[in-house]
């Protein structure tokens, strides 16, 4: 292949890809066929993992490589197109394929800040980024600065910052395949972790970067084309259009006057949907009592007594809780779970939703005195605002946050020039893109669905997916008819982020095929994020600690040994930490993103587009900048021990961010300016990087 | 290694360039946040504005940025001759 010229190996590439798509749509036809023959769902089920497992393993192994350009950027040769393919699979972890249209459907115009902050992101790539990295042409971020601003220490904080990202996302991602593999198959769900784990490793052990890159598009062809096919055809469906982007306005509409009835106890609907609020308040009180008695029992030293009696009255239980507190939190999940439905639904396109004070102020007391309807509002306003701050703060760190994380920017360096590096960023976003916008039309999809077929239906002739899924696991589905009416009301329905994406085949009426797809879908989207962010890991320890800065002497053989082997160990270590189902896994996805941007945001860009930044600016950028925003998320955070009352604005821990990002910023001006300013190299290896090509210039590219 | 006057050139063209596509982006993103609410009073084809903006408007204008930035600075590196030789 290395005969090839770039435009042969470009058209040879499409070719390639091209005849791989038609396989695939072929291999899902066939077993369409065969599903009609009466195949049954659970070998569909392993049999789309085994295929498409051993297809990744397959590219794994035919691009399996000695050479260490190869193993590290994937011999810079990957045309603009494809590494922009790649990118995508790269950047679309489980929480974008299967999360972000759960989300959607939940928050409404709130989880938009997803959809801005995982995209807006790419235009900081490009314009800052990309093609500066390009033409520095190393192998890894942390060369970046230890080149940039000299000595280890900074090299050595970058490597610091990139495992500490990777890592926490590295997790979320095993645990994604692990809960996919379990679905799909019913195995284990810890037995899921190994197994998706091996299709990982298969792909990048032996190839490093030339083989995910080559997988992860592959990957990406999959993810795409499993994400569309259910959306259009439940757009054709509901819409009669099969371009739902387009057609879920009007469906939005139709969504909106329907929430509008829902909360109108003058209509029907919106009577049978306010006895079973009503309903749900009485329980919550219920619960708040139960609560109230058992802080008493707790103060008159008799919780033991307490717990023992409430044993007793529940039948004792296998799964009764150990201690008094356990006890309380889950009476107080309950009541929180009862308040919450007894609310009113909050419009999806609505932004900022105050806390309806008002509303509730004038539905309890009509005759209310203006001076109590001003203190209404001014409380609904202040509610509005901090959510307003808070999703701004969130966009914010999203975004600069994907112009930070390692794997992203690793990407650039695989391109065959700066040139095609520019033109990457475009693709990649448009790859992005293809999903990302179609995600809030599922979003408002599914909710319509949800409010004509479902709601107000007797509970006997509800769809069959709603008690499979009710029985596969009742946080993701639920229909408790609590008011007795037989009739269903929204308050009634449970409905979890995770289901939206994995019902839509069965909601459109689809053969189970295609639910094995979109799992599938889930899948590559899930190991191809993995297998990106395992090899960010394996070679900031080993090419920027081994070969940087223990033993420089080192063979390729043995650099490529050591790489290797340290893939193996950090792989290992994050499927078992997957597998102790660490809580909070979310949280600690997001904060990836803040961490990041606060760490080498200010570092990176100031070291292009500022010649003056130097050794100790970096220095002590990168550690006020990851300190402020570590020690915010440890103040606010309760999981640390911290409160929200700690927040400073009110600004969640999650986007703590936005305070570590202008420290970083201030650390590196101030700490440049305070000492001597870089030498004259320095100086020359920063109008390197601006130039794509320059007379007499000095090289910085890495064989 | 000597910039010239054009390297110079080149490189404020540059900056200028990065600094009017980020405002672009600063506009799309956070003024349209900041004023969601008002905006969202507007409704075109079913979609209200701000709702639009954050679920397409915005993503749209994101690629554009992107693909305007490649093309115009793949030509300036070529107008100011520091343009890489071909692969």
């Known amino acids: 292949m290395t005969a090839l010229t770039q435009t042969q190996f470009y058209s040879q590439l499409k070719r390639y890809y091209g005849f791989y798509t038609g396989g695939f749509i072929t291999f899902v036809i066939v077993l369409a066929i065969l599903e009609q023959m009466g195949l049954p769902a659970a070998w569909i089920g392993y049999i789309f993992l085994g295929a498409t497992i051993a297809l990744y393993a397959g590219i794994g192994i035919m691009s399996k490589t000695a050479d260490v350009s190869e193993y590290y950027v994937a011999g810079r040769r990957v045309p603009a197109l494809f590494n922009g393919m790649a990118t995508g699979a790269d950047w679309m972890s489980a929480a974008s394929f299967i999360g972000m249209a759960g989300t959607l459907y939940l928050s409404g115009y709130d989880g938009l800040a997803f959809v801005m902050g995982w995209t807006g992101g790419y235009v900081l790539v490009a314009l800052f980024l990309a093609p500066y990295l390009r033409k520095f042409g190393q192998f890894t971020i942390p060369d970046f600065l230890g080149a940039r601003y000299g000595g280890n220490v900074p090299r050595t904080l970058g490597v610091l910052a990139a495992i500490i990202c990777s890592f926490v996302y590295v997790v979320a991602q095993i645990y994604g395949v692990g809960l996919i593999t379990a679905r799909l198959t019913g195995l284990e769900f810890a037995i899921g972790v190994y197994v998706g784990l091996a299709g990982i490793l298969v792909c990048s052990f032996l190839g490093g970067m030339r083989a995910v890159t080559w997988t992860q598009v592959a990957q990406y062809i999959i993810l795409i084309i499993a994400y569309m096919i259910p959306v259009v055809w439940l757009s054709v469906n509901i819409a009669g259009n099969p371009v739902p982007q387009l057609a879920y306005g009007q469906v939005l509409q139709q969504v909106t006057a329907k929430e509008k009835e829902l909360n109108d106890p003058g209509t029907a609907l919106g009577a049978a949907e306010a006895s079973a609020r009503a309903a749900h308040k009485a329980k919550q009180a219920e619960f708040e009592a139960k609560i109230k008695a058992l802080d008493e029992a707790v103060a008159a030293g008799q919780g033991a007594d307490f717990l023992a009696a409430e044993r007793t009255a529940a039948g004792d239980p296998k799964d009764f809780p150990a201690t008094v507190d356990a006890l309380k939190d889950k009476w107080k999940k309950a009541a929180d779970g009862h308040k919450k439905a007894s609310g009113p639904v909050a419009a999806h396109a609505t932004a900022f939703a105050g806390k309806g004070a008002e509303a509730k102020l004038l539905r309890e007391k009509p005759d209310a005195s203006a001076e109590e309807i001003a203190k209404a509002r001014a409380e609904d306003r202040a509610e509005s605002n901090k959510k307003r701050l808070n999703f701004l703060a969130l966009v914010l760190c999203l975004m600069v946050g994907t112009a930070s994380l390692p794997h992203i920017l690793m990407r650039y360096y695989t391109t065959p020039s700066v040139r095609e590096a520019r033109k990457s960023v475009f693709w990649s976003l448009l790859f992005i893109f293809l999903l990302y916008f179609t995600a809030p039309a599922l979003a408002v999809l599914v909710k319509y669905e949800v409010y004509h077929s479902l709601v107000g239906t007797p509970f006997a002739d509800l769809p069959a997916w709603v008690a499979k899924w009710a029985a596969v696991d009742p946080t993701l589905m639920k229909a408790v008819d609590i008011n007795l009416d037989g009739i269903v009301q929204l308050a009634e329905l449970t409905l979890g982020g995770d289901l939206i994406v994995l019902v839509t085949p069965e909601i459109a009426g689809l053969p189970y095929v295609i639910s094995g797809m979109v799992a599938a879908g889930g899948l590559a989207a899930a190991l191809s994020t993995a297998d990106g962010l395992l090899l960010t890991i394996a070679n900031a320890l080993s090419h920027d600690v081994y070969y940087k800065m223990i033993d420089p002497k080192a063979s390729t053989v043995r650099r490529l040994a050591v790489s290797k082997g340290l893939l193996l160990v950090v792989a290992l270590v994050a499927a078992y930490t997957a597998s102790l189902k660490p809580g909070d896994i979310l949280f600690l996805v997001g904060a990836a993103f803040s961490l990041a941007a606060s760490a080498f945001f200010p570092a990176l860009v100031l070291g292009v587009f500022w010649k003056r930044a130097n050794y100790a600016g970096a220095v002590i950028g990168m550690t006020v900048g990851l300190g402020v925003c570590m020690y915010y998320m440890f103040i606010t955070y309760p999981f640390f021990g911290g409160s929200p009352d700690n927040e400073w604005f009110g600004i969640k821990p999650i986007s703590g961010g936005v305070f570590g990002m202008p420290a970083g910023f201030l650390g590196v001006i101030i700490g440049s300016l305070l000492s001597r300013a870089p030498a004259k190299e320095i100086q020359e290896l920063v109008d390197h990087v601006r130039y794509p090509s320059l007379e007499g210039d000095i090289e910085t590219k890495a064989a | ?87």
């Open chain 2, 1 to 87: 290694m000597q910039l010239t006057d054009k390297h110079r050139e080149y490189w404020r063209r540059n900056l200028n360039l990065t600094g009017v596509l980020l405002a672009i982006w600063f506009v799309v993103t956070f003024v349209v946040i900041w004023f969601a609410k008002e905006l969202n009073e507007v409704v075109i084809a079913g979609f209200p504005f701000a709702f639009y903006m954050g679920a397409q408007g915005a993503l749209i204008v994101y690629v554009l940025i992107i693909w305007y930035y490649a093309r115009r600075m793949n030509q300036l590196d070529q107008e100011y001759g520091v343009h890489e030789g071909e692969e």
